[in-house]
T-cell receptor, first 115, second 113 residues
Framework: EAGVVQSPRYKIIEKKQPVAFWCNPI?????LYWYLQNLGQGPELLIR????????DSQLPKDRFSAERLKGVDSTLKIQPAELGDSAVYLCASSLTGQPWDTQYFGPGTRLTVL | KQEVTQIPAALSVPEGENLVLNCSFT??????LQWFRQDPGKGLTSLLLIQSSQREQTSGRLNASLDKSSGRSTLYIAASQPGDSATYLC????????????FGQGTELSVKP
């Protein structure tokens, strides 16, 4: 069974440019998470989806970040415009449901470098 | 607000040594605690998950303990190998629906041949 797929794996852009990350969760998983991991830190939740509904986006900087999960499967996270401080790894995870007993499975992440 | 702290931030040991990684959390109202491994450029791999009612979990050379009342967990690695070199993260999950994981900052382990 395929795991969580993310693309691209690496992205280098100049500041003020837009960027988008894509995530394909494990088949059948209703809950999808986007995490931000800064260098030397643990991941922090940006947004959680239950099917196509964003149910926890309290940590998402809405002035420049946006996300969508059309049809409740794949998801896209966008930054526009990117800032130097956005350089980090963006991790996607999925689980069967959002219940605390369900294991979250993580993708390999997208490493963003903003110059 | 739940906060998770891991000590030490980095650890270097010779091959064959037994070692302990520490994790502490401020709010004891957790559902479970999980230890992850992260290799450079890779995602997170779950190693052990301890439910709040459990005291420890074991998998091969790994043993994780949980003392919920004191807000502490340890990950014990026996007979360390160079292949164990990675960053180890602990994360706690609260009782509420949503499964939000709160991570520590990780311990970077290097096992020298």
């Amino acid at each position: 069974e395929a795991g969580v797929v993310q693309s691209p794996r690496y992205k280098i852009i100049e500041k003020k440019q837009p960027v988008a990350f894509w995530c394909n969760p494990i088949s059948g998983h209703n809950t999808l998470y986007w995490y931000l991991q800064n260098l030397g830190q643990g991941p922090e939740l940006l947004i959680r989806y239950e099917n196509e509904e964003a149910v926890d986006d309290s940590q998402l900087p809405k002035d420049r970040f946006s996300a969508e999960r059309l049809k409740g499967v794949d998801s896209t996270l966008k930054i526009q415009p990117a800032e130097l401080g956005d350089s980090a790894v963006y991790l996607c995870a999925s689980s069967l449901t959002g219940q605390p007993w369900d294991t979250q499975y993580f993708g390999p992440g997208t490493r963003l470098t903003v110059l | 607000k739940q906060e998770v702290t891991q000590i030490p931030a980095a650890l270097s040991v010779p091959e064959g040594e037994n070692l302990v990684l520490n994790c502490s959390f401020t709010d004891s109202a957790i559902y479970n605690l999980q230890w992850f491994r992260q290799d450079p450029g890779k995602g997170l791999t779950s190693l052990l998950l301890i439910q709040s009612s459990q005291r420890e979990q074991t998998s091969g050379r790994l043993n994780a303990s949980l003392d919920k009342s004191s807000g502490r967990s340890t990950l014990y690695i026996a007979a360390s190998q160079p292949g164990d070199s990675a960053t180890y993260l602990c994360a706690v999950r609260g009782d509420n629906q949503g499964g939000k994981l709160i991570f520590g900052q990780g311990t970077e382990l290097s096992v020298k041949p």
